[in-house]
């Protein structure tokens, strides 16, 4: 297959221009992709500090309220991604815990079924943006 010169330009533009997205600026009171080690419980998901309702059966979570400092917090909207030993699972900040330890999270039920049993109530987690 052949590409003229013009399109393999675009192509290298354009391929520039996502990684240059994906570096985004580190976030001022957490930094990107380091890793935190602590402990995920789950809530009754409802109307969120971030301003929006979720739902139990949405992959979400809520930080500790030292990271997410006031409403209008910068970790609104993030995807973190947190593992356990029974599994990994992809969760949107929509939410503060103000019970939670810095490295501990909230998320749904749905997101905790993936990590382990609701019936454990807490398990060790890794997590990182």
Known sequence: MKFSFSTVL?????AACLMTAQAAPAISNLQARSSRYGDATY?????GSCGETNYDDEMVAA???SLMGGSNSDLCGKY???ESDSGSVTVRVVDSCP???E???DISAAAFEELGNLSSGRIPIT???
Do not use: E, K, N
């Not at 675009?10 to 354009?14: E, G, L, N, Q």
């Open 43 to 47: 809530y009754a998901v409802g109307l």
């Open 63 to 65: 930080l500790s309220s």
């Open 99 to 101: 019970a939670c330890s």
């Open 10 to 14: 675009f192509m290298f533009a354009a």
């Open 127 to 129: 997590w990182s943006l």
């Open 80 to 82: 973190i991604t947190v």
């Open 103 to 105: 490295d501990d999270i």
